[in-house]
């Protein structure tokens, strides 16, 4: 039996990487990066040892086309889609707002709004084609709170990714996809050291009320939980994974 096709968006590392370990035992995976071929290479391997298909699709989500193309492969390799997790973001240098400069505003923006609605545009229309599909967008914990003094940019891209969520979930429920996103908190990826803080997941850990960071690993089951048929009544919500934060 053919098994669900799933694409992940920013898979080559973190949570993505994670998710796609999870869903290797349940879906076919097309594998969204950027730049870490080896990462991708990485996540292909251990996909395959759990028997799912896997095609690499390098493409940057703030560049349009490369969305057409990462489409066009999908449409020549599997027969339709059947959910995504649209993961790919950035954080920026730790900054205050006044520090912002337009071109980072710019990129933080392309990459994680522009860029997964773009996606979830493309994935939606595959999936109305068949009545049926599941989206996770991945939002932050920092929608909630803000992060003055850190990253407003990025918690403002976050908002926008609930807020459109709701939107599109609303918009297309009816037809048989549900849309949900989910805000991690404080977890220990690659991501903090990418936008120049490498302690930062350690050094906020007490402030969890949970008194500790979490893995990729339990934020990729809330992500899991949300895309499968358990979730069959879930649409329009964000599921915090926090530790209480
Ligand atoms: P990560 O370890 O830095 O991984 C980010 C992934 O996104 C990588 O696979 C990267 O690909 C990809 N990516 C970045 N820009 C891209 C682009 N323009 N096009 C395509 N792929 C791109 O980050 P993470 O911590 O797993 O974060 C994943 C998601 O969770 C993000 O949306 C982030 O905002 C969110 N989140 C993370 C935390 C946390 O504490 N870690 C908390 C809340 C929310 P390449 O490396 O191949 O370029």
């Known amino acids: 039996m053919s098994r669900p096709v799933l694409l992940i968006t920013g898979a080559s ?3 993505g990487a994670a998710c796609a370990r999870l869903a290797a035992e349940r879906y076919d995976i097309a594998l969204n990066y950027r730049s ?5 290479e990485a ?47 950035i954080v920026g240098q730790t900054a205050r707002v006044t520090d ?11 990459v994680n709004v522009i860029g997964a609605i773009l996606v979830a545009k493309e994935a939606v229309l595959r999936m109305q084609a068949r009545s049926k599909g599941a989206i996770v967008n991945i939002s932050s914990a ?22 459109f969520s709701k939107g599109l979930s609303d918009e297309v429920c009816a037809q048989g996809i549900r849309v949900n996103a989910l805000r991690p908190g ?13 302690d930062r997941a ?16 339990e934020v990729a089951k809330g992500v899991l939980w949300l895309l499968s048929d358990e979730a069959s009544y ?12």
């Open 142 to 163: 920092a929608a909630r709170l803000g992060s003055a003094n850190t990253y407003v940019d990025y918690a403002a891209s976050k908002a926008a990714i609930e807020t």
């Open 36 to 40: 870490d071929q080896a990462g991708a």
């Open 43 to 89: 996540v292909k391997a251990d996909c395959e040892t759990q028997g799912a298909r896997v095609i690499l699709c390098r493409a940057d989500v703030s560049k349009p086309e490369d969305i057409t193309a990462m489409f066009a492969q999908i449409d020549a390799e599997f027969a339709g889609l059947d959910a995504l997790i649209n993961n790919a973001g």
């Open 13 to 15: 590392a973190g949570i």
């Open 202 to 217: 350690a050094r906020f850990a007490s402030s969890v009320p949970m008194q500790r960071t979490g893995s990729p690993e």
């Open 234 to 245: 879930v649409t329009g919500t964000v599921l915090d994974v926090t530790g209480g934060r």
């Open 100 to 110: 912002l400069s337009y071109a980072r505003m710019r990129e933080m923006f392309d």
């Open 186 to 198: 404080i977890i220990e990826t690659g991501i903090h050291a990418k936008g120049g803080d490498p």
